[in-house]
């Protein structure tokens, strides 16, 4: 190899590697040297701006400061931006919300309307001067001032509810107001003024200010289930804004703060009160002077009495946010915004909903401490036929049908029995009623006593706590015959089963899940329950069977566009449920339901602490379900499902067969009549008592004492019954509970079912 390479090669390759390393050498000298003198020439050129002792403490750093703070302040500023400016995505923004429809019933017949009137729109130059005067005093007196945030009207309203110790004023602009109104809800939440607050600067860089002003005139919400000022002077004044006098226009300007609180229609006098408020804030502002407004201190503004008027305000908002979600599944290339919808809705129905719920609270609201009742009525392919979200529409918007989740209690039963019935049991499945625990939760009956062997169908009809939780233990076992928590994998199940039916709400994992503990809505409650006269398949609950553009064009239609419905469970498993569930109505706890020549069955509901009160139903034709309870989650006076819900129940669904053929159930076939009412009084007497006969009446009233007697005669009574049906030579057939026990142990009906374990959300 050495005498390969000649030795001169050497010699070159090593003066080579020095002259490289020569040449780095001064080039990074050279480097170091020009960049010290750059930094020498750049630090004697800052000399010249070197200031030194206070004055670099007061003016320098300061601004340093100020400048690393805001750099900061810029980055979490833009941070938060970015979910208000995901609501401006959309290209369809200023349309989105921009919809007027009126609504007819499923024959065809006006019933009411919601959104915006686009067809005669007034334009901002129209409006009277008097009522944006009065919008803007009492809104916003900085609107053309400020750019979108008024900081100094937000700063005088801290200092105002401050020193009033609550809220007093409010801060937000017109601005603000709009961006709430197009894009967020009304939740009161930081998030939400946050999100609010970019979107009001968003939407200055976007509109002017008579475009923000005619937008927020045009989509306020302004009480009655009007939006917008025209037609709120149409609701109250029967007239156009253009035509309204400064009276009216400080009337309408003060609804804005509370439309609920202040609309004439419901409180004249607060109306009119509030509008006052507004004639000082137009003298406060300069606007006008104390002579102008003199007059319409004197002759304050007369109101349209409405109160008579019967609209489905309940369910023409219920259908108007369903109709707002369909419009968004339309293609992006449709612009129509005005449609004509025929609803669901029965009116005959819907009034016998209303009147049974109103009938029931002003009897018995009152010894029964329950303010509050929801039902939803509907037919077996979903379509809504009533909704009532409450007593008194004008008093409260909040709909407790669709938005208030409460506990269903017993009546969330029929899905564990269902669950069952999938996993190898029968109707006549024996189940010990004896004491069971899972970690440290034990249910209890009501009367805290135990039944011994149960077949399924006599736990459902006598509602026990203690069986579904077996089932949900057993259930489990069947899946997984090791699992160390066989609990919580047969509550999955029942999750599962709930989820087929519908069930939509979060139904959260707890071991009291199987009575009923975790928190449903009226309405996916009722639609879920037509599952059974379905022959098992479930349904989507709707309220719109077609719509229509203003010029009468078919834009959508239920049958044909609508999801179908979907097997759930077979055919047989909601037959005997069915049967089992007709139980409940016949001799068990919801005996006030049954109803004359219908086949009925349902399943009652009563919660810890008897909060909430349920019954829901069926027939061949219709399922209901009616809720009754309180607001603030108080507890009723002893109210159980089998009281004012079956009663309402029953006199809803006598109204809605009226005229109906009626069809039967299966499992059960066509209903019974019931047995003729006795003239002679002592055969009165003597007779059984009838269903139809018996009202709700006060809540019955039992002392200790009285309580302990009825459940050792309800022990006594069990006790004899196990020991006949031992002693009978036919096993096969499960003996059903004496009459004189049910009787005893369920005083009046009044005493039914559960002691829930965990606390739900109040609503």
């Known amino acids: 190899m050495r005498q390969i390479i000649p030795p001169h090669w050497k010699q070159k390759v090593r003066n080579f590697f020095l002259d490289l390393d020569a040449r780095i050498d001064s080039s990074l000298f050279s480097s170091a040297k020009g960049i010290r003198e750059l930094y020498e020439r750049y630090s004697t050129f800052m000399d010249r701006f070197y200031v030194g002792r206070w004055k670099r403490w007061v003016f320098i750093e ?4 100020a400048a690393t703070l805001g750099l900061g302040g810029l980055v979490v500023m833009l941070t938060l931006a970015i979910p208000a400016f995901r609501e401006t995505a959309d290209e369809d923004w200023l349309k989105k919300s921009d919809l007027a429809v009126s609504f007819l019933d499923r024959y065809g017949n006006p019933i009411g309307s919601r959104g915006i009137k686009h067809n005669d729109s007034i334009p901002l130059e129209d409006f009277p001067d008097v ?51 197009l894009f967020l809800s009304n939740e009161r939440t930081i998030e939400r003024k946050v999100n609010e607050a970019f979107l009001a600067i968003w939407l200055e860089w976007r509109l002017t200010k008579n475009e923000i002003l005619k937008l927020y005139l045009d989509r306020a919400y302004m009480g009655g289930g009007t939006f917008g000022v025209d037609g709120a002077a149409h609701f109250y004044f029967n007239k156009s804004a253009r035509d309204v006098t400064l009276s009216e226009a400080a009337m309408l300007a003060g609804l804005f703060k509370a439309p609920t609180k202040y609309a004439p229609h419901i409180n004249l006098p607060a109306a009119r009160a509030r509008a006052n408020v507004v004639l000082d ?162 249910p209890q009956n009501y009367g805290h006593s135990y039944s011994g062997s149960v077949t399924l169908t006599q736990a459902i009809t006598r509602s026990i706590n203690v069986v579904p939780v077996k089932l949900s233990i057993a259930i489990g076992q069947k899946e997984q015959p090791k699992a160390p928590n066989p609990a919580k994998i047969g509550r999955a199940k029942i999750v599962e089963v709930a989820r087929r039916f519908g069930l939509k709400a979060p139904l959260p994992d707890t071991p009291s899940l199987p009575i009923g503990s975790d928190e449903v809505t009226v309405l996916e409650h009722a639609v879920a329950y037509a599952t059974f006269p379905n022959r098992g398949k479930s349904v989507t609950p709707h309220s719109v069977l077609e719509v229509r553009t203003g010029a009468g064009d078919l834009v959508w239609r239920w049958d044909r566009d609508g999801p179908k419905p979907k097997q759930a469970i ?126 709700p009446g006060p809540p019955p009233v039992l002392t200790k004492r009285g309580a302990d007697i009825l459940v050792r005669v309800e022990k006594l009574l069990d006790d004899a019954a196990r020991t006949a049906n031992k002693s009978t030579a036919d096993d096969s057939k499960p003996a059903k509970p004496s009459s004189a026990s049910s009787a005893l142990a369920f005083p009046q009906n009044y005493a039914e079912e559960n002691a829930n374990a965990s606390a739900p959300r109040k609503n």
């Open 281 to 442: 804030n137009l003298v406060d502002a300069g606007f006008m002077t104390e002579g102008q407004v003199f007059g319409a201190r004197r002759n304050p503004a007369f109101a349209v009495d409405r109160r008579d008027e019967a609209s489905p305000n309940y369910y023409l908002d219920y259908a108007f946010d369903e109709m707002r979600k369909l419009v968004d599944t339309f293609p992006k290339s449709y612009v129509e915004r005005v449609f004509v919808v025929r609803l669901a809705i029965d009116a005959n129905v819907q009034k016998a909903a209303e009147d049974a719920i109103e009938n029931q609270l002003r009897q018995f609201g009152r010894d029964y401490h329950a303010t509050q009742a929801a039902t939803v009525v509907a037919d077996l392919d979903g379509g809504i036929r009533a909704m009532v979200g409450g007593r008194d529409y004008g008093a409260s918007q909040f709909n407790r049908a669709t938005d208030a989740y409460r506990q269903p209690g017993s009546s969330f039963k029929p899905y564990v029995y269902t669950t069952a019935l999938l996993n190898g049991f029968t109707p006549n499945s024996i189940v010990v009623d004896g004491p069971v625990c899972i970690g440290n939760w034990c």
């Open 131 to 181: 009522l944006i005067k009065a919008t803007l005093a009492t809104e916003d007196r900085r609107f053309y001032e400020h750019f979108g945030i008024d900081i100094a009207g937000t700063a005088r309203a801290l200092v105002t509810n401050a020193q009033a110790g609550g809220v007093r004023q409010g801060g937000s602009s017109i601005t603000q107001q709009l961006a709430k109104n």
């Open 62 to 65: 300061p601004l340093s400061e």
């Open 570 to 695: 077979p055919p047989n498993i909601a037959a005997d449920m069915a049967g089992m569930m007709s139980h409940v109505v016949s001799e068990g706890t919801a005996r006030r339901a049954a109803l004359d020549g219908i086949p009925t069955a349902g399943k009652t509901g009563t919660t810890n602490a008897y909060r909430d009160a349920w019954f829901v139903g069926y027939t061949g034709n219709f399922t209901c379900a009616v809720w009754y309870g309180n607001d603030d989650y108080s507890p009723t006076n002893r109210m159980t499902g089998g009281s004012l819900p079956a009663q309402t129940w029953h006199d809803i669904m006598v109204a809605a067969h009226q005229g109906v053929e009626v069809r039967e159930i299966p499992g059960i076939g066509m209903g019974q009549k019931l047995p003729p009412q006795p003239k002679d009084a002592n055969a009165q007497a003597s007779a059984a008592p009838k269903v139809l006969e018996t009202k």
